[in-house]
């Protein structure tokens, strides 16, 4: 039985019409600015050591895994088939909307790191998944959650657009505990300013990542 977080009510979102339609047409953009992205980058060098089974799940045309590391196998998730053809990072990828199905088609233990970008904002059976999550990852496997403070608002539920970036970080943690997810840690970074003239660019997306073991 899993235990449950979210009141339905927080499971709720503006726009109730099927996320697929929502993807249906294929975004070839970046969610997140490029400070933010090569923070990631750097992250995942650090962390993802070369031959690891990576799973990234709910992305895009890109992936944020550096270039220069030769992984045993990328696999690959998402709403737009049309995308996820562009990411050529992938070895493979499937098309599965998880607001309606959470069962993942992977094997127990088929996972050595699992990356979420931009991504968790949108769930609304987040326990269900988190679960699943746990069933594919290997034992001492990672599941690393990336966001900062942007959204497709009307898509996201009630439980994200409420809350403050901590609230996100907290929520994220109580959903992961709930379902045996354990040593978990988050980094939470300001990124300042970007660019040669400090004053006159956009401070960049704040950086947010949860990292929790199975
Ligand atoms: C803001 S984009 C981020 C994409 C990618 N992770 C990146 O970093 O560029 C959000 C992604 O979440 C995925 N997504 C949103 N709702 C989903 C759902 N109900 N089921 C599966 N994937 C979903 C879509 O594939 C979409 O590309």
Redesign the pocket.
């Known amino acids: 039985m899993i235990e449950k977080i979210l009141t339905d009510f927080q499971r709720t979102k503006q726009d109730n019409n099927d996320?697929?339609l929502?993807?249906a047409q294929p975004?070839f953009v970046?969610?997140?600015d490029e400070g933010f992205?090569t923070r990631l980058t750097k992250f995942y060098k650090q962390l993802i050591p070369c031959e690891s089974v990576v799973l990234?799940?709910?992305?895009?045309?890109?992936?944020?895994l550096p270039e220069d590391v030769v992984y045993k196998r990328v696999i690959g998730?998402?709403?737009?088939q049309i995308?996820?053809e562009k990411n050529n990072r992938l070895d493979s990828f499937w098309?599965?909307?998880?607001?309606?199905a959470q069962k993942l088609p992977l094997e127990d233990s088929s996972v050595d790191f699992c990356?979420?970008?931009?991504?968790w904002?949108?769930?609304?059976q987040p326990e269900e998944l988190a679960a699943e999550l746990r069933r594919v990852i290997v034992p001492n496997g990672k599941l690393i959650v990336?966001f900062s403070n942007?959204?497709?608002w009307d898509?996201a539920p009630r439980i994200w657009i409420e809350g403050s970036d901590m609230d996100h970080i907290n929520y994220i943690k109580a959903v992961l505990v709930s379902q045996g997810w354990s040593d978990i840690e988050y980094i939470a970074e300001d990124m300042g300013r970007t660019g040669i003239f400090k004053f006159i660019v956009k401070n960049s997306d704040p950086f947010f990542s949860v990292i929790a073991t199975r």
């Open positions: 996320d697929s929502f993807y975004r970046h969610h997140l992205r990234d799940l709910m992305s895009s045309w890109v992936s944020h998730h998402g709403l737009n995308e996820l098309v599965q909307d998880l607001n309606r990356l979420m970008v931009a991504a904002q949108y769930l609304q990336s942007r959204a497709f898509k």
